[in-house]
């Protein structure tokens, strides 16, 4: 009787999961640079001076950020 219902619970768990699964289903695009969450081609600004002027930045900061403390401590 137990085995009975545990074989009841599991198939109706697995017909409500198959249907849900059904409902949720959608198409995504597939192809080269749909993996990523920004456009590269068509750009107003091409994503190669985006992406070098961003790193850019982040590498320029500790020097601008050294110069500026050796120009307020007047060693400089």
């Known amino acids: 009787m ?4 545990i074989v009841r619970n ?4 697995s017909q409500r999961t198959f ?9 995504f695009e ?3 640079y749909t993996n990523i ?3 590269v081609h068509n750009r107003k600004i091409p994503y190669a001076i985006v992406h070098f ?5 982040a ?3 500790p020097f601008v950020a050294v ?10």
């Open 37 to 39: 969450p920004f456009k």
């Open 67 to 76: 110069y500026v403390q050796l120009k307020r401590s007047g060693a400089f």
């Open 59 to 61: 590498f320029a900061i």
């Open 19 to 27: 249907s849900s699964t059904a409902k949720k289903s959608v198409h």
């Open 30 to 32: 597939e192809g080269v």
């Open 53 to 57: 002027s961003f790193f850019g930045l």
């Open 2 to 5: 137990f085995f009975r219902q």
């Open 10 to 13: 599991s198939i109706r768990q």
